[in-house]
């Protein structure tokens, strides 16, 4: 389902930024979705963490068909070893046996998230193992929807914005001028109150796969 304000975020995003408004034209048609379930999603943002869409997308189909259910029980009883057989470091079979464990335990309890704001969800998801900010503003774009969320230490959002905004004369194939944070803060400021719209064109501007958790 397309989040209630995608339509009005496009609209406002192509007349206040004539680049952002080219990249919109030139993408496929599609919007923002989510599958909807808080530890599916949490699961493949610990996947895809450092690593392109699509190395994260046949890892998670090899974790997929390793588990036959991906859900909180079922994972908390998967061996290391299997886990790691599916192409995951040691470290992120760690993090999903904890987050799984979390969510077994009721320690991490969705139903409440929804009422709360961006920061007070991050804040909450931080305190899981494996979950950095990242993780848990992956969290607020694909599962809880939220509009402005802002992803300063992704990689993709990071390229995306050096190749339009700061060396849009770069050859095809080079590699464009990395973007500083500050400096993606100060470009960012345009897409307010929908930055989280802004991100996903600037992923598809990359990567004409959408970006799903």
Known sequence: MKPHYWDDAVRELSRCDGVMGGIIERCPPGHLLTRGDPFQTLAR??????????????????????????????????????????????????????????????????????????????????????????????????????????????????????????DPGAAAGESPSKVTRAQAIEIGERWRPWRTVATWYLWRSLDPLPVEY
């Open 45 to 166: 943002s610990i996947v895809g963490q450092q690593i392109s869409v699509k190395a994260a997308q046949s890892v998670w189909n090899r974790f997929a068909a390793a588990s036959r259910e991906v859900t909180p029980q079922r994972v908390a009883r998967m061996r290391m070893s299997t886990l790691r057989a599916c192409g995951l470091s040691e470290r992120k079979s760690e993090y999903l046996k904890d987050l799984a464990r979390h969510f077994v335990t009721r320690e991490v309890d969705p139903g409440h998230w929804p009422s709360l704001d961006d920061e007070a969800v991050i804040t909450e998801l931080c305190g899981v193992r494996g979950i950095g900010r990242w993780t848990a503003e992956m969290f607020l774009i694909f599962n809880l929807m939220r509009p402005d969320v802002y992803p300063l230490d992704d990689i993709g959002l990071l390229r995306g914005i050096a190749l339009h905004y700061r």
